[in-house]
């Protein structure tokens, strides 16, 4: 295995138990690794800090263990094992009314390079480093063995794996085939659309915040803005919304809405959806609405999109700020891991003052707790959301 010497004093980070290796970080490497190799980390005075997968880019190793173990079927299985008992000790893994969690959440379950959402029968794994590729079948073999009721491994990483390391995943299943599952959440059904859908096909990390929205959304009339599966306005519809608007720029995220508002509420007249983009839709919706949602794709994918990021996040609240009704409540969020809390609260202060509304804070969210951030890498808290009252 090649061995790979960091500079003095950078074992510091190792030693705090980071889980990345950046490249300006290391002295020397012994040997020419291919992407997605197993390391050895070694401080500068040749002591054993961490085994990782080598990869190519600023992030050089991704750290699988700080001990000095082999890194075989055993050393997944105790990781998978340790993954699936968090899950079932915060009761999601075996509950009648929600079919759908995060098994496996990169860093967060020290599994870096690596995410696995469960729905019913099936579990869809994503690849994020070409380490976690080149082990994708062992873990598929290990997830039907140690989640019960588990039949179906699919593996979609066509657009997850770096690009640059020249391999050509294909997305399919690795072990069993299921055609179309139902994800249920909190007991409404959603298509979970895995083979054409984003992500692993749903959004499970707006659970809780949905189920807080319901409790809002009675007598309201609700905005759900880039809806995608339509998650918002299913829980929006369940708690008595007067009528529920749907908007997303994609028209396959329409048709999946469509088809689950039917599935749960027939062709109930309160809910109706639009193919638009949010910007100009946002332009003229007047005082139509008292309950917004903004929950945008990441705006900023990396750190040097930040500086425009803010700029979107502060545009599309400021739209919002000016046009909901007096009483109205803003549920705002952002899905940007290079954009911090603070960065993000700011944007959102930025767009309520150029409103000159008064607006209060009455929750500040974040992810659920089956995408747990590892307190070593808090790089892996990602979702932020705020519900604001505006006057
Ligand atoms: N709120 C959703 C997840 C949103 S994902 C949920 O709870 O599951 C982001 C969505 O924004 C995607 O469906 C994407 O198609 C849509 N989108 C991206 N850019 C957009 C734009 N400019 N206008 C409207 N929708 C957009």
Redesign the pocket.
């Known amino acids: 295995m090649t061995t790979i010497r960091l500079k003095p004093k950078k074992e510091e980070n190792v030693l705090r138990f980071h889980p990345w290796i950046f490249s300006g970080a290391i002295q020397s490497i012994d040997g020419r690794p291919h992407e997605g190799d197993l390391v050895r980390i070694v401080s500068h005075d040749g002591s054993f800090l961490a085994i990782g997968h080598y990869q190519i880019g600023s992030i050089m190793v991704r750290i699988l263990s700080f001990e000095d173990v082999p890194i075989d079927r055993a050393f997944w299985q105790r990781r998978i094992r340790a993954a699936y008992t968090l899950r079932r000790a915060i009761s999601l893994a075996d509950t009648p009314h929600t079919n759908a969690f995060r098994l496996i959440h990169g860093e967060g379950d020290n599994l870096p390079g690596l995410v696995v959402d469960i729905y019913g029968s099936t579990a869809v794994m994503q690849a994020h480093s070409v380490g976690m590729h080149t082990v994708r079948q062992t873990l598929a073999e290990l997830l039907i063995e140690e989640v019960d009721g588990l039949r179906n491994v699919y593996y979609k990483s066509e657009g997850t794996l770096p690009f640059k390391a020249d391999i050509e995943p294909h997305d399919g299943y690795l072990i069993g085939n299921a055609s179309d599952c139902i994800a249920v959440e909190n007991g409404l059904r959603f298509h979970a659309d895995w083979l054409g859908g984003?992500k692993t096909g749903?959004?499970i990390d707006?659970r809780e915040n949905?189920a807080l929205l319901e409790r809002y959304a009675n007598g309201r009339s609700v905005l759900?803005?880039?809806?995608?599966?339509?998650?918002?306005s299913l829980y929006a519809m369940r708690g008595g919304a007067a009528l529920v608007h749907s908007?997303?720029?994609?028209a396959?995220?329409i048709e999946l809405t469509d088809r689950n508002i039917s599935m749960n509420f027939g062709s109930d007249p309160r809910h109706t959806s639009f193919t638009?983009?949010?910007?100009s839709?946002l332009n003229d919706i007047k005082d139509s609405y008292d309950l917004i949602?903004l929950?945008?794709?990441a705006f900023a994918k990396h750190r040097d999109a930040l500086h425009n990021a803010l700029q979107g996040y502060r545009r599309i609240n400021a739209k919002a700020f000016s046009q909901i009704r007096p009483g109205g409540i803003l549920f705002t969020?952002s899905?940007s891991q290079a954009v911090t809390r603070e960065q993000f609260r700011l944007a959102v202060f930025s767009a309520a003052a150029q409103s000159g509304r008064s607006v209060r804070i009455l929750h500040q969210l974040t992810q659920p707790a089956d995408h747990p951030v590892n307190i070593y890498h808090p790089e892996g808290e990602y979702l932020k959301g705020l519900v604001l009252y505006v006057e």
Request: with cysteine; hydrophobic share 40%; net charge negative.
């Open positions: 984003q749903f959004f707006q949905r759900n803005m880039f809806c995608y599966t339509g998650g918002f908007v997303d720029s994609s396959k995220a638009a983009d949010a910007f839709f949602i929950d945008p794709p969020f899905c």
